[in-house]
Structures are given as C-alpha cells and as structure tokens.
C-alpha cells in the first residue's frame, strides 16, 4: 500500500531545501566572490610603524603588514601585486570594515574579545611582546643578571600611565625613565642614561636589523598580544579563505615568502615547517 509522506518528513526536507538556498546565496553574496570578480584586493593599513607599515625611501608602502596583504593577493590571483592599500588611522581599521571601504585590515591589530564583538579575527600572524633594547657592549647579558642587579638597572620607556608597571612585571627593582618620544627613549641608552629601552620586542629586532652590531637583546619578553587580519563580520566564506592563505604562508606551500618575510623585518630565521603529523593536532 502506498504511504504518503508524513508532515514530519515534509517539513524536514522543506527546511533543508530552505537552508540550501539561503546557503548559496549567502556564498553569492561572499566577499571572496566580490574582490575576485574585482580583479584587485583593498586592504586598511598603516604607514607610519615601521617595521610594520612605512613608506620606503621610493615613497611606497613597505614592511611586515604590507607583506601579508600581498600573500593574501598572491592567494587570490596568483599576483602579490594586485593590491590597493588604503591607508588608514588606527582608530578607522574596524569602521573601515564595516562600512567596505577596505575588504580587510591587516594593520597589526590587537586581538580583544571586545574588538572580536565588532568584527571577525583571521588566524594570528604574529605575536608581540615587550622586549629590551640594549648596546651591544652591555655589562647585563639577560634578564637574570639585570633582575640580580635590582635597583642599579634604568630602564626608558615610552611615557604612558601604565609604563613603570609594564618594566615592574620583568624588573621589579629597577628605576623606570619615561620619555615623550622613541627618539628620545633610544637616545637615553645611545648615551649611557639607560641600561635599556622597553618596547615592543617587533621594534627591538627591526632596530637590531637596521643597526647591525651596534644593539642586543636578552632571551626574554613579556606581556604577549596577538596581532591579526581582521575582516566583517557574518561572511564565512571570505574569513574561511584569508585563514587558509595565512596558514599556508605559516606552514605550508607558501612558507618560504613568510619566512622571507620575518627575516627581512626581524632579522629571524623560523624553523621550516615538521613534515608528517600536521602541528595543529599535536
């Protein structure tokens, strides 16, 4: 005897038809879609935070942030350079986004769960800390001899309300000069003023690449931040395309341009990426 289908099984299928076609549509309305058709990728940055994002002395954009538009481009159109960078001040990198003037923003932003609210993060690229900066002929050679010297060590810092807490959480002993510029800060330990200058660890091995031989750093840094991509919210498919190219750059085919990349700003030679068992699920 024939059965006819129960409502149950009507309602089912019509959902998944439903859900099928708001799918597709959602993947026609997809970012990816929109840049390739476009023929060219816009990205929000910076260009005045070397080594990250600075015009070079030809007048271009340059450094670790702009390499990373770049692979996302190479990604797209096999074409680093098929790229328009907008430049953009920090405060514009999530208004930017959300209202398309920039398809994303790569301008080493800080992960917070707060930002993540507004808008979606990419796999991280790099992970920052603060680092110290000291002459190369300095009597301290790491972070243990500087802590055992105590109150004997100076230190300059950018002057900001959290400055002498920052240098407190690696050096609690130490006496703690603020500056009102970089300038000034890295001058005080050119001079002797300082024993060291606490910074961004990304700024301390940019000024180690620039001025070979003439700054080190010891083994240590603290208080890590992550620095990602960011793109608008609620678009799977284009978020889904930017982590693949990233971790791509990071572990796989495209390795060597990251690598290329982190050496020129940061003067470090990453290990090659372990061939077998895929790192993400050790």
């Not at 003023?193 to 031989?213: E, F, I, P, W």
Request: hydrophobic share 40%; net charge neutral; aromatic share 10%.
């Amino acid at each position: 005897m024939h059965r006819r289908p129960s409502l149950f099984k009507a309602c089912f299928f019509l959902f998944a038809a439903s859900a099928a076609v708001m799918g597709m549509a959602q993947a026609a309305d997809s970012k990816l879609d929109s840049v390739l058709a476009r023929g060219k990728l816009i990205v929000g940055t910076g260009s005045t935070n070397a080594p990250w994002h600075f015009q070079g002395a030809d007048g271009k954009l340059q450094g670790f942030d702009i390499d990373i538009g770049h692979m996302i481009a190479k990604g797209l159109f096999n074409d680093p350079d098929k790229v328009e960078y907008v430049v953009q001040s920090s405060d514009a990198r999530i208004p930017n986004l959300l209202t398309d003037k920039v398809d994303i923003s790569c301008q080493f932003i800080t992960v917070t769960a707060s930002r993540a609210q507004q808008v979606a993060f990419t796999l991280p690229y790099y992970r920052e800390g603060v680092g110290l900066l000291l002459p190369t002929n300095s009597k301290y050679k790491e972070i243990d001899d500087m802590q055992a010297a105590g109150d004997k060590v100076t230190v300059a810092v950018l002057q900001n309300v959290y400055a002498e807490e920052l240098v407190h959480q690696a050096l609690p002993k130490a006496k703690v000069d603020q500056y009102d510029s970089v300038d000034l800060m890295y001058q005080a330990v050119n001079s002797g003023r300082a024993d060291a200058a606490a910074t961004d660890q990304s700024s301390v091995k940019y000024l180690m690449v620039q001025n070979a031989g003439r700054y080190r750093s010891p083994a240590y840094a603290w208080s890590p931040q992550t620095y990602a991509c960011a793109v608008k919210r609620g678009d799977q498919d284009w978020l889904n395309f930017v982590n693949t190219t990233l971790h791509e750059a990071m572990t796989g085919v495209e390795f060597p341009t990251y690598a290329a990349s982190f050496k020129k700003w940061f003067g470090v030679d990453l290990p090659s990426p372990a061939i077998g068992f895929p790192v993400e699920f050790k």
